[in-house]
């Protein structure tokens, strides 16, 4: 099974189009059984194209017809873009929902932050899948802290899940996001990986990240249940596959 989450940017990019055309060829190409995508925008200037649905169109548009995707919406960014959460696959999806992870549901509000969970079924196991955009430890008014107990919360009943997504925390800094998943019982697929490289999925300052000088590993894939991770690798980082976003994607395949 390849697995693949992407802070994609969508409309926010320059050359949109062209990344897009990027993304759709690389899943083409490896066939990633599940997709998390975030920051999936529509906006009123791209005549409220959904950055997924057509990512699926110039997948089908490639041969492969299979895929379908889950959308929601978290907030307005930059009052302009309606910016959601997505799920894309090629099996079968037997359920999905969403649901908020702040306390305030206010969609103008650019810190509203909502889930995407799908439940999958791949090789004949129903599997869960989340597609996350996650705070800031920190934050006074929505700490991840909160966001991370409702997350849980879902993923906890799974049998198996996997979280998906930018969590906004590095692990080098102790007792904040990234050590908090981990307490609740998840394993970090770039931890159990028999291959991987630097992990590193930003490089610099970003949105959220204004003052950042280095190298960063935000983006994850966390899963609940022991698995054989072949290999984790950082992609659309310009030496495997273009950049086409200001995050790098993670993909990685399990036996």
Not at 65 to 80: A, L, N, P, R, V
Not at 174 to 186: H, I, T
Request: charged residues 25%; negative net charge.
């Amino acid at each position: 099974m390849k697995l693949l989450t992407l802070n994609c940017h969508s409309w926010q990019e320059e050359n949109t189009l062209e990344k897009l055309n990027i993304l759709a060829g690389t899943i083409a190409e490896r066939e990633y059984d599940v997709i998390a995508l975030q920051e999936v925008s529509q906006s009123e200037a791209a005549g409220h194209e959904n950055y997924a649905k057509l990512l699926i169109e110039k997948l089908h548009e490639l041969g492969q017809k299979e895929y379908t995707f889950i959308w929601d919406m978290s907030h307005f960014g930059y009052e302009i873009y309606e910016e959601g959460v997505a799920i894309i696959t090629k099996h079968p999806v037997f359920s999905h929902e969403s649901f908020f992870i702040t306390d305030q549901h206010d969609i103008h509000n650019w810190k509203t932050r909502r889930i995407v969970k799908a439940e999958v079924e791949v090789d004949g196991r129903l599997l869960s899948f989340y597609s996350c955009h996650l705070g800031w430890w920190h934050d006074e008014e929505e700490p991840a802290r909160k966001q991370l107990d409702r997350l849980l919360e879902h993923a906890s009943s799974d049998k198996c899940s996997f979280l998906m997504g930018d969590f906004n925390g590095d692990p080098s800094v102790r007792g904040e996001n990234y050590d908090y998943v981990l307490k609740a019982g998840f394993k970090d697929t770039y931890a159990l990986a028999a291959r991987k490289d630097n992990g590193f999925t930003v490089k610099g300052k970003i949105d959220g990240w204004d003052e950042n000088k280095q190298d960063l590993r935000i983006d994850y894939i966390f899963v609940n249940k022991p698995v054989n991770v072949a290999s984790s690798a950082v992609v659309f980082n310009g030496s495997n596959k273009p950049v086409v976003s200001d995050h790098y994607g993670v993909e990685i395949e399990i036996q």
